[in-house]
């Protein structure tokens, strides 16, 4: 890779990690398996980088990296023969608490609650604003299954959210 490109990767990771591991938390509310789809996709992101001209659809492209990262986690955890038997610490990971308030915790709560398709379609079309033409994109599949995830993770999320938030 040559020097001007090397910069350039490295400027883009700093400037992104951070808002990269948000987004990738919100798909899959674990901090430590959102850490690891973005090291994934910086990893592939670094593989391509020289090859990549238009440096303006890089971020949707880490994106989707991410999106896929997650989803295939989740399926590859099916087959997984793991087992933990320690209990999990009782305290949430450290949060940045400027930006943090009750009702953005318990959403936040209930999205970690929503199943992962679910989940997915919610993040990106509400959290991301995409079009669901591009969720359907991102995700593989068909318009109407956006709109038929998106509603029922809505209500999924209307349902364990109750009267926690204020309207």
Do not use: N
């Not at 001209?53 to 896929?68: G, Q, T």
């Not at 949430?92 to 953005?104: H, I, K």
């Amino acid at each position: 890779m040559r020097p001007d490109d090397e910069r350039e990767y490295g400027d883009f990771v700093a400037a992104r990690a951070r808002r990269l591991c948000e987004f990738a938390y919100l798909l899959c509310g674990d901090w430590h398996a959102a850490q690891d789809a973005v090291q994934t996709a910086f990893t592939r992101l670094y593989l391509v980088w020289p090859r990549l001209h238009e440096r303006e659809a890089v971020e949707p492209y880490v994106r989707r990296i991410i999106l896929r990262a997650v989803l295939d986690q989740r399926r590859l955890a099916r087959f997984r023969r793991e087992a933990s038997w320690a209990r999990p610490p009782d305290h949430a990971p450290a949060a940045d608490l400027t930006e943090s308030t009750p009702d953005r915790l318990a959403v936040l709560a209930a999205l970690a609650r929503v199943p992962p398709r679910q989940r997915a379609v919610l993040v990106l079309r509400y959290w991301e604003d995409q079009s669901v033409e591009d969720v359907a994109q991102a995700l593989g599949c068909s318009t109407g299954t956006v709109k038929s995830q998106a509603a029922r993770g809505l209500q999924t999320l209307r349902s364990l959210l109750g009267d926690e938030v204020t309207a």
